[in-house]
């Protein structure tokens, strides 16, 4: 699994430009809110949940989404969705609860993680992203977060809000 600064080497490594900030650690949306300051662009929350069938996601969306799901699992055509546990996300994508981030999909080598967004993040200035702690955002372009996921073989799936 990658520390912070294995993830920026690997960033540099790409060509993608991106600008990282520190701040107290943040669980929710709310502390995040609270601690990062004035960062441009746009700020997400992330959600790793599974199904039944031990089927995964990592949905990411624009911070302030209400997500339903329920609704969420019949539009991915999912069935009935909750929360990856801790270890599931820890054996998964690599990181800790709270730290969950789009960067995390590096750590998903197998692509056993299913990667779907919020058409919201297309346009608007920078995304950002905890750079697999909670004590750093990193602001990325989408165009090079797009790149990025490329280069880790995850196809991105869009979703349409409201659901």
């Known amino acids: ?23 107290a650690p943040v669980f929710t949306v709310e502390q995040a809110k609270e601690h990062r300051g004035v960062l441009p662009g746009h700020h997400i929350k992330n959600l790793f949940l599974r199904n039944k069938k031990e089927a995964m996601w990592l949905v990411v969306a624009l911070e302030d989404r209400v997500i339903d799901l329920k609704r969420l ?7 009935r969705l909750s929360f990856g546990s801790p270890d599931r ?4 994508l690599g990181v800790e609860p709270g730290s969950v981030t789009p960067f995390s999909v590096i750590n998903d080598p197998d692509r056993q993680v299913t990667l779907v967004l919020d ?3 297309v346009e608007g200035g920078p995304i950002n ?9 990193t602001a990325i372009s989408f165009a090079d977060l ?7 073989g ?10």
């Open 119 to 121: 058409r919201g993040l």
């Open 73 to 79: 699992g019949e539009v991915l055509g999912a069935g």
């Open 154 to 163: 995850h196809p991105l799936n869009w979703l349409d809000f409201p659901l």
């Open 129 to 137: 992203a905890h750079p697999l702690v909670n004590t750093m955002t």
């Open 89 to 92: 996300l820890r054996r998964h």
């Open 146 to 152: 797009r790149r990025f996921f490329e280069a880790t």
């Open 1 to 23: 699994m990658l520390t912070p600064q294995l993830l920026f080497a690997r960033l540099e490594q790409l060509g993608l430009a991106h600008r990282t900030v520190e701040h």
